[in-house]
Antibody, heavy 118, light 107 residues
Framework: QVHLQESGPGLVRPSGTLSLTCTVS?????????WNWVRQSPGKGLEFVGE???????NYNPSLRSRVTISIDTSKSQFSLRLASVTAADTAFYFC???????????WGQGILVTVSS | SYDLTQPPSVSVSPGQTANISCSGD??????VYWYQHKPGQSPVMVIY???KRPSGIPERFSGSNSGNTATLTITGTQTMDAADYYC??????????FGGGTKLTAL
């Protein structure tokens, strides 16, 4: 069974950089998969942050593009999110997930709450 | 940017049919995905490619997509179906968009 687990600091200072890692188990980094980050701010809906393929192609949310970097390390079965210059508006639950081309997102991590506060 | 519009809330009695709409420009030309999200849990995909059900999703969930509107239909809604539902579609050239979400109440 595929399992994804987010890890990283739960508190980030304003203007700092949010860094999260998603560790994948029970699966390989196949050519049809895209590795996603999706977030949900308190009281708001789901928001696509970005995704990366096994060969490091990326798609980003245009509103976050200037601040977001997603990377992948298949040797460690991990992919990561970096979000720079954070503000309180970046406080959210961050989910990592696996999307299969044309088949949507079937596997999600449990989510991790990241709070931006001094 | 591409916008997907959903009603903020839909309310039905158990056993009734719930229809949740998702509107976007020429949405019928795109694949639409639907996710169920309950508080404190990870989202669950209930429909992919407009109308297909992933394994394990009950038959009461169905979907359609034509013109500018996609619809998620829950036939014989159960109280356990109460959740937020989100539609998702691809925004050319390179990003995914979620609808604002619809809170389904089944009381």
């Amino acid at each position: 069974q595929v399992h994804l687990q987010e890890s990283g600091p739960g508190l980030v200072r304003p203007s700092g950089t949010l860094s999260l890692t998603c560790t994948v188990s029970g699966d390989s980094f196949g050519t049809s998969y895209w590795w996603n980050w999706v977030r949900q701010s308190p009281g708001k809906g789901l928001e696509f942050v970005g995704e990366i393929s096994h060969d490091e192609r990326t798609n980003y949310n245009p509103s976050l593009r200037s601040r977001v970097t997603i990377s992948i390390d298949t040797s460690k079965s991990q992919f990561s999110l970096r979000l720079a210059s954070v503000t309180a508006a970046d406080t959210a639950f961050y989910f990592c997930a696996r999307r299969t081309e044309n088949f949507g997102i079937k596997y999600w991590g449990q989510g991790i709450l990241v709070t931006v506060s001094s | 940017s591409y916008d997907l519009t959903q009603p903020p809330s839909v309310s039905v009695s158990p056993g009734q049919t719930a229809n949740i709409s998702c509107s976007g420009d020429k949405l019928g030309n795109k694949y639409v995905y639907w996710y169920q999200h309950k508080p404190g849990q990870s989202p669950v995909m209930v429909i992919y490619q407009d109308a297909k059900r992933p394994s394990g999703i009950p038959e009461r969930f169905s979907g359609s997509n034509s013109g500018n509107t996609a619809t998620l239909t829950i036939t014989g809604t159960q109280t356990m179906d109460a959740a937020d539902y989100y539609c998702q579609a691809w925004d050319t050239p390179s990003t995914w968009v979620f609808g604002g979400g619809t809170k389904l109440t089944a009381l």
